[in-house]
């Protein structure tokens, strides 16, 4: 039996597997420039995050109905639950699909009619978090957050992925105290291939509640101890880290240092079906390289749900 856990670190278009992108490229008429899944599966080698996300954005063609974005979904929370996810908080990138004429409503209607049925499908329960593209305008931003409103309902926070390096967080200052001034919760991705200042900033003027990755504090003591002592959760994402080439191999990753360190570490699966494994099979492998006690993987599950946007109650209950 898996541990119970919650997961805070999903892009919901990661979890595209070949076979569901080739099932919808031909009920969409969309060709992909691969033979098979086969092929599609050996072009998953990536030299760092920009050579993935340029895969990774070129595959989301085949997504264009709602009911794509909900058999997304729906196959997601299903796995999910079979690795002992009991609640998930899920990003998505509407820029990433607007930008090629699929409407924000098609996005978060079809993946809502999933969410909402997922705790009696799946026994997982759902919240949605919108990311903004960093690589994209501040304007870009604010513009889809404009779009949003008709939806605020569904979504229980906001977001910052994709091109980390040369996108500090400060260029969305304005699109986050927007999104705070609406009552949204705050999450940013910072110090994955970011310097560690990235999230001092992502804390200091974003006013995030949660680092998304946070892997690259470890380069500063200071910060670490800030991060300690306020206990910011990090949602790390160690099979990620290996194949985008922030780390060698997993037997290097810090997971084990940040925990001696008194971090508030939770682990989660970030893209996976691109990066090899759901956020149970990441449990077990940092168990195997890491040395990663059955103790100390409880205390990561304890903290997923301690870090969750789920009330307290809730998160006792989960826990
Ligand atoms: N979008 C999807 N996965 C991402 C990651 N690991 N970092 C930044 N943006 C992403
Ligand atoms: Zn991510």
Avoid: W
Avoid at 64 to 76: I, K, N, P, Q, S
Avoid at 157 to 179: M, Q
Avoid at 299 to 307: V, Y
């Amino acid at each position: 039996m898996p541990i119970p856990k919650a997961e805070l670190h999903l892009h919901i278009e990661g979890t595209l597997e070949p076979e569901l992108a080739f099932a919808l490229a031909a009920r969409n008429g969309v060709e992909l420039p691969y033979a098979d899944t086969e092929e599609l599966r050996k072009a998953y080698l990536f030299d760092d995050l920009q050579t993935f996300l340029n895969l990774y954005y070129g595959l989301m063609a085949v997504l264009r109905t709602e009911a794509d974005f909900e058999e997304l979904a729906d196959a997601y929370l299903a796995r999910a639950a079979a690795q002992g996810v009991r609640h998930a908080e899920i990003f998505f990138d509407p820029q990433a699909h607007v930008v090629r004429g699929v409407p924000i409503g098609t996005v978060i209607e079809g993946l809502s009619r999933a969410l909402e049925r997922s705790q009696e499908r799946h026994g997982v329960s759902t919240r949605l978090i919108m990311c903004f593209l960093r690589d994209q305008s501040a304007e870009s931003a604010l513009e889809t957050l404009e779009a949003a409103k008709p939806y605020l309902d569904r979504i229980i926070g906001v977001g910052l992925d994709s091109a980390e390096v040369g996108h500090p967080p400060v260029k969305f200052r304005e699109v986050y105290e927007a999104a705070a001034a609406l009552g949204l919760r705050l999450v940013a991705h910072a110090g994955e291939e970011g310097p560690p200042a990235y999230i001092t900033e992502a804390l200091d003027v974003l006013r995030v509640e949660r680092i998304d990755h946070g892997l690259r504090c470890m380069e500063d003591p200071e910060l670490v101890e800030r991060l300690a002592r306020d206990r910011v959760p990090l949602t790390l994402c160690p099979l990620s880290n290996v194949r985008l080439r922030a780390i060698d191999v997993l037997e290097e990753h810090p997971l084990a240092r940040m925990l001696d360190a008194g971090l508030m570490c939770t682990v989660n699966s970030d893209d996976p079906a691109y990066f090899g494994g759901y956020v149970d099979d990441t449990f077990h492998a940092v168990r195997e390289a890491l040395g990663i006690d059955h103790e100390r993987l409880r205390t990561l599950a304890r903290n997923s749900f301690e870090a969750s946007f789920l009330d307290r109650d809730a998160a006792d209950e989960a826990l």
